[in-house]
């Protein structure tokens, strides 16, 4: 084996602006959060393949033996990442007893986990190894939590084929991978999307791989080099919701009234394309207040716009009212109908604001946390530069 430990991680996403908008052909802006997945695979020689998800309580253990007789005739495609292998999911779904209906979140985990490592390793020898995955990211809440997990599942499994190569040297803490290494991630992330999703549309992989801001449009994902690093409170309201019911909801509103919804759709497109080219000058000239009262404005405009389109919530515009009581602004991001919101800060605002805010949205019953957007994606971490807490969490077998 080319490598014995790794740690990777790979961060969440959040939509900026474009949400809903971006299925009828207009520009959405999604953006990476510094809420991060840890992973660390151990290669072993026990003779056992084990993997660890404390966040989901789900840890299992098989004897490479179990392994093999699932890849009788099977032709291994290590170095590229096809179609997803409808025979090779159907025997893991029937490995994993999980053959009718929807799987919930544990089995879609190891399943993606079980693809990736056989599709790797299936026309060689299976190695032994143990995986630990810890995410600071809540699954289910629109924050590509699945997509950050398939992206470091699909960088440690391979780095350990020998497919791509470890870029951490001796003397750094983080190390990326080149282009044409990051893509070939990308690609395997998305095969565990597919698992995970069905029908993913390689937003979140893609953020979760190249991080900072990606233009989606269309179908077509382009990576922006460079984007600011900005602060936000993201809020989870906590509120189940339907992607599918809403999206079904604005789709109905807009055959019902296309000469009212078609200019909304055209004005969110044109917040996303002004919120890019604000955040493009952001990167080459000093930074200023206007360049954040023009921020704030397009969330304002843009969380009106997502009213009319009927994917609100009343936990979302209480949301907004707490945090406009302390001067803040708001929007839902995602689905809407519930789910999570963000709050733009401003470098000047001051730390007790922020205390008291993430405070009063807690007593409203809502998760609260302090991060940033436009963080790196997918990186190698030498021990010495994960977290304490975190590293403690990985290093349990």
Not at 75 to 102: I, P, Y
Not at 154 to 168: D, E, M, R
Not at 288 to 317: C, K, R, S
């Amino acid at each position: 084996m080319q490598v014995r430990d790794i740690f990777v991680s790979a961060p969440g996403k959040a939509i900026l602006h474009g949400e809903h908008a971006v299925v009828h052909g207009k520009v959405a802006l999604a953006v990476s959060l510094n809420l991060r997945t840890y992973l660390r695979l151990k290669v072993t020689t026990t003779g056992k393949v084990c993997i660890n998800l404390p966040n989901i309580d789900t840890f299992h253990c098989w004897d490479l033996s179990e392994l093999r007789r699932l890849i009788h005739n099977f032709s291994g495609k290590r170095d590229e990442a096809q179609r997803l292998d409808a025979e090779l999911v159907k025997r893991l779904r029937e490995f994993v007893g999980a053959t009718n209906g929807n799987l919930d979140t544990c089995s879609m985990a190891t399943l993606s986990f079980l693809y990736i490592y056989i599709s790797l390793f299936g026309s060689g020898e299976l190695p032994s190894l143990t995986l630990t995955v810890w995410s600071e990211l809540p699954t289910g809440a629109g924050l590509g939590s699945s997509a950050a997990y398939s992206v470091c599942l699909a960088a440690a499994l391979l780095c350990t084929s020998g497919a791509i190569p470890v870029p951490l040297k001796e003397w750094d803490h983080t190390a990326r991978w080149c282009q044409e290494d990051l893509e070939l991630i990308n690609s395997w992330a998305f095969q565990g999307e597919m698992i995970i999703h069905g029908n993913p549309s390689g937003v979140d992989n893609a953020v979760g791989t190249w991080g900072g801001m990606l233009r989606f449009l269309a179908g077509k994902i382009i990576p922006l080099s460079r984007v600011p690093l900005l602060r936000i409170l993201l809020t989870n309201t906590k509120v189940p919701r339907s992607t599918k019911v809403l999206v079904a909801r604005v789709k109905d509103k807009i055959n019902k009234f296309p000469s009212i919804m078609t200019p909304v759709l055209d004005s969110v497109d044109a917040v996303s394309c002004t919120c890019e080219k604000v955040l493009s000058e952001m990167t080459c000239e000093p930074i200023t207040g206007e360049h954040y009262n023009i921020l704030e404005e397009l969330i304002d405009i843009n969380q009106h716009h997502l009213n009319v389109m009927g994917v609100g919530h009343p936990a979302l515009d209480m949301l907004c009212r707490v945090t406009l009581a302390k001067g803040l602004h708001s929007k839902l991001t995602g689905a809407g109908g519930g789910g999570c919101g963000i709050t733009l800060l401003r470098p000047e605002t001051d730390s007790l604001v922020v205390q008291g805010t993430v405070q009063d949205l807690r007593d409203c019953g809502f998760d609260c946390w302090e991060t940033s957007i436009g963080g790196p994606g997918v990186q190698q971490h030498s021990p010495l530069s994960v977290k304490e807490e975190i590293l403690e969490i990985l290093n349990r077998d």
